[in-house]
């Protein structure tokens, strides 16, 4: 960016400079990244275009959009992306919560029409730990355990459920899926890895460049961590318990076929805002 001196010369600057950097929407991320850099509220940015940024603001700023126009996704940037009506600090250790996993949380709510339960939870690659938090907060009586093989990434899922209010009722645990664990869960949810690896080098490069691979790889046909999850579950999930994960388009199918193998029962399929079939819930099936 060249020196610009009020909000709206440096507002105008910084969208042009997006969209010929490929942004998709150029305006609401140069307000994003104006509003981070500034501490302003968004709505400032449009409403008092004369007023002036400060010079070592500018200077912020002008990083901020290097980093962006090189593809760094945004939530990467400013350090949070929010999920659920919730406020969420992420890195490059965590995958970024995107809309389409608010199915899962949808699906699950759906199956609890008793919002005083107590349900205890397993979130399976908590990542982050939105999924997890995401539904202690509707169900306020409700525990829950996230597990993830990354220590700094269970680090950041330890910080949002403190900054939440919810590290009485979420635990955060350095563990290799449910390997070791003990005891049983009434509810089992996870968004695992379910790319296929050799379909990696193909997605958008602030993806493939910048998320974490052990969070997108699900192996050679994109289903590996749905066979550990399907032969490991059956020890911690009650009879009357739920099994959610999220999955990618097209997998519902073979989904399906590897939790029949494994005596899992499948209870309902839910479509994401586009209409993409997004959740798979699934019960022990009765013997």
Known sequence: M????TIGAIYQQLSDELAAA????????????????????QSRIIGYPEAEIAADTAAKLNNLAERRKTGEPIAYITGHKEFWS??????????????????????????????????????????????????LSELPNATGLGVDINPETCEIAR???????????????????????????????????????????????????????LALSGGADGLSAYRLIAAQCRAHLPPNGLLAVECGMGQVTDIKGIFEKNNLMVKNVHKDIANVERCILATVQKT
């Open 86 to 135: 919730l406020n969420f600090k992420v890195s490059e250790e965590t995958l970024i919560p995107r809309p389409d996993s608010e199915t899962l949380i949808e699906a699950v709510l759906a199956e609890l029409p008793d919002k005083s339960a107590s349900p205890r939870i397993l979130d399976l690659g908590t990542g982050s730990g939105c999924l997890l938090m995401a539904l």
């Open 2 to 5: 060249t020196p610009a001196s």
């Open 22 to 41: 490929g942004i998709e929407e150029p305006r609401l991320e140069a307000r994003m990244l104006m509003s981070f850099a500034a501490g302003l509220e």
């Open 159 to 213: 910080e949002n459920a403190e900054q939440l209010g919810l590290t009485s009722r979420a635990k955060i645990k350095t563990n290799d899926w449910m390997t070791g664990l003990d005891g049983e869960f009434d509810i089992i949810i996870s968004n695992p890895p379910y790319i296929v690896e050799s379909e990696i080098a193909a997605l958008e490069p602030d993806v493939k460049k910048f998320e974490p691979h």
